[in-house]
């Protein structure tokens, strides 16, 4: 075994991770749709999509596992004789068995992706139930419009959002990467991240409180397409 064989397996698996990320939010989507039309067997099949969506996320964290273990260990015999690599393999596998019946149930199910699908299903349910109660009234259609620009709009970077992610404890959402790059900029500075929606009284924004909002995400894209339709 050579070290330019595992960094080139390190890269197939990198690429393998992001596939599953797509999967993953493809699943949602599928979900989000059984939510909206209702359907009969909706139930099972939320299950069953709550099943996959759970294999999905224990794959990404053993991947994201054996990746840091194979870094690790070839970091440390980098300098050293080359000998030192026939005994990489075996390294890697002692350590990755360790490690993997040490992650539980509970550690999958806060999965990032596992917490933003069934935030979107509830999501998706109240809205669906909520639209079946009342009664259907016209709004002006500038109206409607100028609402879903600004629902849309990043508070940081003022355009559209391409990866929402919503905070779980004041409930606005920001586009991804600048909401980290915030978080990242006042952590260099010492300082708390204030939540850039004005008027909220977050002061304390952190990675941890960030969910993917797969529903704004997907309101976005239906918006997008109506758009291009027109």
């Not at 139930?43 to 054996?66: P, Q, V």
């Not at 929402?164 to 909401?179: F, G, L, M």
């Not at 004005?198 to 894209?221: F, H, M, P, W, Y």
């Amino acid at each position: 075994m050579s070290l330019s064989a595992v960094n080139g397996a390190l890269s197939n698996l990198k690429a393998c991770l992001v596939d599953i990320a797509t999967g993953m939010d493809i699943v949602t989507d599928v979900a989000i749709d059984l939510v909206e039309t209702q359907d009969e067997e909706m139930d099972s099949s939320i299950k069953e999509l709550e099943a996959m969506i759970l294999d999905c996320a224990k794959l990404d964290r053993e991947i994201n596992c054996f990746m840091d273990i194979a870094k690790e260990v070839t970091s440390k015999v980098n300098a050293q004789q080359p000998e030192a690599l026939f005994g990489l393999s075996d390294q890697v596998k002692e350590q990755f068995s360790e490690r993997i019946a040490q992650l539980s149930e509970d550690e999958i199910h806060r999965h990032q992706k596992v917490v933003a699908f069934m935030e979107s299903i509830n999501n998706s349910s109240k809205q669906t139930n909520q639209k079946s109660s009342e009664n259907t009234e016209e709004v002006d259609e500038d109206i409607a419009v100028t609402q879903s620009q600004v629902n849309f709009t990043c508070p940081l970077t003022q355009v559209e959002m391409l990866k929402p992610v919503k905070n779980k404890k004041c409930n606005h959402s920001y586009d991804e990467s600048a909401i980290l790059d915030l978080i990242k900029t006042r952590r260099n500075l010492k300082k708390k991240c204030r939540c850039p929606v004005v008027g909220c009284a977050n002061t304390d924004v952190k990675e941890s409180d960030l969910i993917l909002d797969q529903l704004l995400r997907r309101r976005i894209q239906n918006q997008k397409k109506k758009g291009a339709k027109n």
